[in-house]
């Protein structure tokens, strides 16, 4: 199985200040074939399901905002909140399908100052 | 809109069998590909495997021995089983839709979730 480690497993910043969440792959996860990157990220708040926000590793879902966004290529990911509001505490996961079994980071847990 | 639900009991004794069935709405399960993931309380998550509209499965290897998904076409519905539970199959129990792409899928729609404990 891919592994996918995050970093760091949480984090606390203050409103307003760049929150960015790293997503290690043990494999290479980009596709030569068509230059993409087999990622996503997903947003849980408490007592929810996980939410969708990237695909493709930088491609936004419709309707999330563009504070969030993707990064990266191959085996080292980023998920960036340029200004952090007090809704999006949340656990953040990362998830490569590039492979079968597909599988989640660890999750970071973003909290406000 | 696509919206999924969750169904069924949220008791099981070990080594009985879990069973699950995911309502959903906004989408025929005739088409796409239909999936079942968990998260064992204040743990992260887990995929379990999918069935595709047109019939195609695919397990985790973790859990393929134990694992069941079927649809239920004229009820729009998909559905789990799990057999010879035990208590490390304690989790919240999601159905999801997953967009498939070469590789495997992302997740772009969730039910709530389902919490279901395995105990006697």
């Known amino acids: 199985d891919i592994v996918l480690t995050q970093s760091p497993d949480s984090l606390a910043v203050s409103l307003g200040e760049r929150a960015t969440i790293t997503c290690k792959s043990s494999?290479?996860?980009?596709?030569?074939?068509?230059?993409?990157?087999?990622l996503a990220w997903y947003q849980q708040k408490p007592g929810q399901p996980p939410k969708l926000l990237i695909s493709?590793?930088?491609t936004r879902e419709s309707g999330v905002p563009d504070r969030f966004s993707g990064s990266g290529s191959g085996t080292d990911f980023t998920l960036t909140i340029s200004s952090p509001q007090a809704e999006d505490v949340a656990v953040y996961y990362c998830?490569?399908?590039?492979?079968?079994?597909?599988?989640f980071g660890q999750g970071t847990k973003l909290e406000i100052k | 809109q696509v919206q999924l639900q969750e169904s069924g009991p949220g008791l099981v004794k070990p080594s009985e069998t879990l069973s699950l069935t995911c309502t959903v709405s906004?989408?025929?399960?005739?088409?796409?590909?239909w999936s079942w993931i968990r998260q064992p309380p204040g743990k992260g998550l887990e995929w379990i495997g999918y069935?595709?509209?047109?019939?195609?499965?695919n397990y985790n290897p973790s859990l393929k021995r134990r694992v069941t998904i079927s649809l239920d076409t004229s009820n729009n519905q998909f559905s789990l089983r799990l057999t010879s539970v035990t208590a490390t199959d304690t989790a919240v129990y999601y159905c999801?839709?997953?967009?498939?792409?070469?590789?495997?899928?992302?997740?772009?729609?969730w039910g709530q979730g389902t919490l279901v404990t395995v105990s006697s």
């Open positions: 999801a839709k997953e967009e498939v792409n070469e590789g495997e899928g992302y997740f772009i729609n």
């Open positions: 906004g989408a025929s399960i005739s088409s796409f590909y």
């Open positions: 069935m595709s509209h047109s019939g195609t499965t």
């Open positions: 494999q290479n996860i980009l596709w030569s074939v068509n230059n993409k990157n087999f």
């Open positions: 493709w590793a930088s």
């Open positions: 998830q490569q399908y590039y492979d079968s079994p597909p599988t």
